[in-house]
């Protein structure tokens, strides 16, 4: 089989050459210094069913011995929201470079745990802590949740965690400005989903919004609502990415990262 490995090996040095535009690197470093894993995510709204999904990467090789991956760790971060009939919103390509607040900072906080393999999300946005993994917290898309109370003050669709350390945790769409202008699902965000109630739990705290669920003396007026009233609410599923054109970028990414070669 000598000769299966010898093409095995053309092979590597060909998609190196490839990712870095024809100029040669030595392959056992570059293979050393980048392994690549890329992995999707996705959510559902508990109350109005509005839908966020995307696609991260980071190199295996380059991470932190807390064994968390943050925004300043990733190669690609890529979010997409969507309405609850499944229409696409917006994108955030490379949300972890773009948009950024008054200050150049940009908007993402993403902490994903390389040992369990799943986003943390039990904790508050802008938390980071790489002891006590369950405090940690997200905030993607754009906009300071910090804001929320002051209408009109930023623009854009962020998906974050919950608002301070006290609270149960959840999960939480905005469309800060009203760009999109669809009814509130829950309190004073288009949707938002709690894991550890269930529907009825939060129908019962009357901040359902009207257009989702409405019920007089009883009677249910109207059950628009994207889960069933036992159901409890989702967190953000985590999987490997399957094998896509964008490996390519990551990879080419990698080799920039760690050899300083030109895009």
Known sequence: MRWLKARQVAVSALTILVMTGGQALAAPASIRSCSVAAYEFFWAGQFAGFMVNGRFSYNENA???SGIVREEDLL???VSFYDPQGNLLRTYPDNHKFPVDGHGVPYLNVAFDTITQQLLQTGTWNVDDD???FRNGFMMGEGN???RGQPGSQTGLAFWTRPRDNAVPHL???DWNDDFGFPIGFSSHED???PTRTTQERIDTGRVGEAYYLQQNGTVLVNNLASDVGEFG???RV???KASPLDLRDHRRCLIQQFGRPR
Do not use: I, M
């Open 63 to 65: 991470v932190p011995t």
């Open 192 to 194: 938002a989903s709690f």
């Open 234 to 236: 989702q967190w953000v």
């Open 239 to 241: 999987t490997r990415a």
């Open 172 to 174: 939480h769409v905005d």
């Open 131 to 133: 002891v006590l993994r």
């Open 145 to 147: 949740p910090d804001l």
């Open 76 to 78: 690609a971060f890529d």
